[in-house]
Nanobody, 124 residues
């Protein structure tokens, strides 16, 4: 069994920064592809960034490129989403999720385990 727990969300003003954390635990955790997703009210969940925990692959989607980055601290089974120059349209619930492998298509359905989410609210 694998558990994912997100933290670091909050309320910030436009232009501000936040760093979200996702800690993976459980006896079945072996790493894989960690992804960050977000879902705004009334909108579909969308992928934001993904990372291969074994190294060698990271991806940030075009809509947040240059403002968001994904990184990890392997020793602590933790993946981070660092967000800068936040905009009101970044307001959403942010989730981390785990897939067996990263794919270029970044398909939501590939991600089998999900955290409970952390809320990010950006005020203008």
């Amino acid at each position: 069994q694998v558990q994912l727990v997100e933290s670091g969300g909050g309320s910030v003003q436009a232009g501000g920064s936040l760093r979200l954390s996702c800690v993976a635990s459980g006896s079945a955790y072996r790493g894989g592809c960690m992804g960050w997703f977000r879902q705004a009210p009334g909108k579909e969940r969308e992928g934001v960034a993904q990372l291969n925990t074994a190294g060698g692959f990271t991806r940030v989607v075009k809509s947040v490129l240059g403002r968001f980055s994904i990184s990890q601290e392997n020793a602590k089974n933790t993946v981070f989403l660092t967000m800068a120059n936040l905009k009101s349209e970044d307001t959403a619930m942010y989730y981390c999720a785990l897939a067996r492998h990263c794919s270029v298509q970044f398909v939501l359905a590939d991600f089998e385990t999900w955290g409970q989410g952390t809320q990010v609210t950006v005020s203008s």
